[in-house]
């Protein structure tokens, strides 16, 4: 979901910027890229990371800024912790940033919507159903990475709407015809991906997902 930045108001470009860039150099700085060395994973990550941009380069737009794409958040969160995955989709959002796909001046805000919001509440959605539901394998993969991604997907729709809608760049009428209509076409796809990746990957290669664990839900059921 890119915001361009002359959809934006200066003061809220500029406030984001340091916000995005300071969250995301802290976290970096707090990650634990040992365990990519230990697990000899970083090809994995760097793979995950160009998957993404390819992801987040194709999008469906029918106005400046009421665009969609695949996220792809919910599997990098599940496989590789918050933390890493928090600095990988900020990094394919540079890239893309720097390839001109997206605009600097709108860095910080794309960041705050597209990144952090959904690498956070990706990982506390897990968090929840880990607690909260029972310990199988199926609850991993159709409700942590299937629905979960779907919310995930929804929250950054529905943010990315309300902070048009109140900074004036679209009237609701508008955002709601021509981009909260698309959002049941965009979750379904976005559930069915993330769903897939982590199906293949806990049966292939469950070592490579740091949130699945054998022993939780496989061992006895």
């Known amino acids: 979901m890119n915001l361009p930045a002359e959809l934006l108001p200066a003061w809220l470009a500029w406030a984001a910027w340091p916000a995005f860039v300071l969250f995301v150099g802290w976290n970096a700085a707090g990650a634990p890229w040992k365990l990519l060395q230990r697990n000899l994973m970083e090809g994995v990550y760097l793979g995950a990371v160009a998957l993404l941009i390819g992801l987040w380069w194709m999008k469906a737009e029918s106005q400046s800024g009421l665009g969609l794409h695949f996220l792809g ?3 990098m969160v599940l496989v590789f912790g918050w933390r890493l995955a928090l600095v990988g989709t900020a990094v ?23 990144v952090v919001m ?12 880990y607690r909260a539901f029972p310990k199988h394998y199926f609850v991993y ?9 779907m919310a995930v997907m929804a929250a950054v729709v529905a943010t990315s709407a309300l902070l048009l809608w109140l900074v004036g760049a679209y009237p609701l009428d508008r955002i709601a015809g021509d981009y909260l209509v ?40």
């Open 92 to 114: 394919a959002l540079f890239v893309l940033t720097a390839l001109g796909r997206y605009e600097w001046m709108s860095l910080g805000v794309n960041g705050m919507v597209t």
């Open 118 to 129: 959904p690498v956070l509440l990706a990982s506390r959605l897990h968090a929840f159903i």
């Open 141 to 149: 993969v159709i409700v942590s990475a299937h629905f979960a991604s």
């Open 182 to 221: 698309f959002l049941p076409i965009a979750m379904l796809p976005e559930g069915f991906l993330n769903g897939a990746i982590l199906s293949m990957l806990t049966a292939w290669k469950p070592e490579w997902v740091r949130s699945f664990d054998d022993r939780d839900y496989i061992d006895g059921k």
């Open 73 to 75: 958040i919910t599997s």
